[in-house]
């Protein structure tokens, strides 16, 4: 069992890094193997629409993006976290995102050498936003859940916070909680 997990906040130690770290914790305490991606610390452009991939299933983008994509492969679940910012999700998450174009072919199906792994992959997701009211992230959720629920993965869910200082969130135990019970639900089959 793999459970990797996506950090798409480029302040390292932040809000969604700790709520990352505590998610992995839950799933590691539920038995999995865990992996931890800093999109910061990865080159990735941008997808390009060069459509390459829909053909062939593989990226003409020769980036940090192939060997995360090995590993989305190879995950049973996978744990994104994110921050709000200007009302959507990172350039860094959005990059990564737009990058699994490669799982497709170009009706929007996966790839048949793909289907195999990424058929009831399970998917989770958590968002910080500085505003007290969580649903400033509801965007980045309307870009995940649907991704997720198109292609015929398992949705796992989202954990919503808010905080704005950098590592202010470890005073919000409900959050801290909820992150670390979606890890052991993305460890559970
Ligand atoms: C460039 C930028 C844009 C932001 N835009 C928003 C926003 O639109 N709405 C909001 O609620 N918070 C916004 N924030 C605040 C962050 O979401 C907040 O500080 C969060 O705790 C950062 O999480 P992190 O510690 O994981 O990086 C923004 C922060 C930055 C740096």
């Not at 860094?92 to 058929?119: G, H, N, S, T």
């Not at 989770?124 to 993965?153: Q, R, W, Y």
Request: hydrophobic share 40%; aromatic share 8%; charged share 25%.
């Amino acid at each position: 069992m793999k459970v990797l997990g996506i950090m798409g906040s480029p302040r390292v130690g932040g809000n969604s890094d700790i709520l990352l770290s505590q998610a992995l914790s839950g799933a590691k305490e539920a038995g999995a193997d865990v992996e931890k991606v800093i999109l910061d610390r990865k080159k990735i452009s941008g997808c390009k629409d060069c459509k390459k991939c829909n053909k062939m299933g593989i990226c003409a983008i020769k980036d940090d993006m192939l060997e995360i994509q090995k590993k989305i492969l190879e995950a049973d679940a996978i744990i994104h976290s994110v921050p709000v910012y200007f009302f959507s999700m990172t350039a860094q998450m959005k990059a990564y995102l737009d990058r699994w174009c490669v799982f497709f072919d170009e009706k929007w199906l996966w790839q048949k050498i793909y289907y195999p792994k990424m058929r009831g992959k399970r998917i989770g997701l958590i968002t910080v936003c500085g505003n007290t009211d969580v649903h400033m992230a509801d965007p980045i959720v309307n870009c995940f859940k649907p991704t997720v629920e198109m292609s015929k993965m398992h949705w796992l869910g989202t954990v919503m916070t808010s905080a704005n200082e950098k590592g202010e969130i470890v005073d919000n135990k409900a959050a801290i909680e909820q992150a670390f019970e979606l890890g052991k639900k993305a460890a559970t089959p």
